[in-house]
């Protein structure tokens, strides 16, 4: 359906959106600072998924 670059950022904007949203269930629950917590947990997330993918590619095991 996809190829593999259109998967690769069709992956990363979903990921990075559930994050957002965990982390504003977890803001509505604890803190009360909904955006605040979204972004934290989507920044945090992503970079990561940045270090993660960057460990592949010099392992030689990641690339697109």
């Known amino acids: 359906i996809f190829s593999n670059d259109s998967a690769f950022w069709a992956a ?3 990921s990075v959106a559930v994050l957002f949203v965990a982390g504003m269930v977890k803001g509505k629950l604890t803190t009360g600072r909904i955006l605040h917590d979204g972004v934290e947990m ?3 997330g992503g970079v990561a998924a940045i270090v993660g993918y960057a460990v592949g590619v010099l392992a030689g095991v990641a690339g697109l």
């Open 12 to 14: 990363l904007i979903f």
């Open 42 to 44: 989507a920044v945090i």
